[in-house]
């Protein structure tokens, strides 16, 4: 089908043999927002401040449309891209992303902080976010990724990606303006589970970075004080 828009206060679920192309859902008092889909599924906008959001589909995710949810949400798909780079979503819980192909990539986009929960990655993971970005549970890339970190802020934004579990080839972390101008003020830390390889950090902040295997750069790392472990 095509557009598929349903508006509740007490949650939705639709979980059945669904083939649509883009959702749109309002969801006002309480309960979570679920739709298994079969296929490609643009988010037209959604508004869920009752509850949890999860989407599960076997095509590419993308959206068209902003996405803010109070709880948690997750985003599933096989063999596809997830892209949600919209400037103005907002997520307040913590959010999962799943995928798999060394071709498929995954953009996330927030206003304010963002909270990632445990996510395993085809490839590379981008974040974007106008405030903190911290995680509850591990990233991990299953074809050697590049993580992909930003801070848009103009007061301070730090970046702490420090779950043991993490699992990256490469890292690109940035502590941004708001207008992406130029380096500000926001610690960086990351730790990862194997070898890495710093494509680029820049921060006025101090970096700390923790490895279980060789660490290595092949670009610049701005900042104040780097420690290495």
């Known amino acids: 089908g095509n557009l598929l828009t349903v508006n509740a206060v007490t949650g939705i679920t639709l979980g059945t043999a669904n083939t649509i192309t883009s959702f749109n859902a309002t969801n006002t008092t309480s309960g979570n927002v679920s739709l298994t889909d079969a296929g490609t599924t643009d988010i037209t906008g959604v508004t869920?401040?009752?509850g949890n959001f999860s989407l599960t589909t076997t095509g590419a995710i993308t959206q068209s449309g902003t996405i803010?949810?109070?709880?948690?949400s997750s985003f599933t798909t096989g063999g596809a891209a997830i892209t949600l780079s919209t400037a103005t979503n907002d997520f307040t819980g913590a959010v999962s992303l799943a995928n798999t192909g060394a071709a498929n990539e995954v953009t996330i986009r927030d206003?304010?902080?963002?909270v990632m929960g445990a996510s395993t990655i085809g490839h590379n993971l981008t974040i974007t976010a106008g405030g903190n970005i911290t995680q509850t549970g591990s990233l991990i890339s299953s074809n050697a990724g590049l993580l992909t970190a930003k801070t848009l802020s103009a007061g301070t934004a730090n970046i702490t990606l420090s779950d043991s579990g993490n699992a990256f080839a490469n890292v690109d972390l940035r502590a941004r303006n708001a207008g992406?101008?130029?380096n500000a003020n926001g610690a960086i830390t990351y730790r990862d589970t194997d070898a890495l390889v710093v494509s680029t950090i820049g921060t006025t902040g101090n970096v700390t970075l923790t490895t279980g295997?060789?660490?290595t750069q092949s670009g610049a790392i701005v900042g104040g004080l780097l420690t290495a472990t």
């Open 213 to 215: 295997g060789a660490l």
């Open 68 to 72: 803010s949810v109070s709880g948690t």
């Open 48 to 50: 869920q401040t009752g």
């Open 180 to 182: 992406d101008s130029a």
């Open 111 to 114: 206003v304010n902080a963002i």
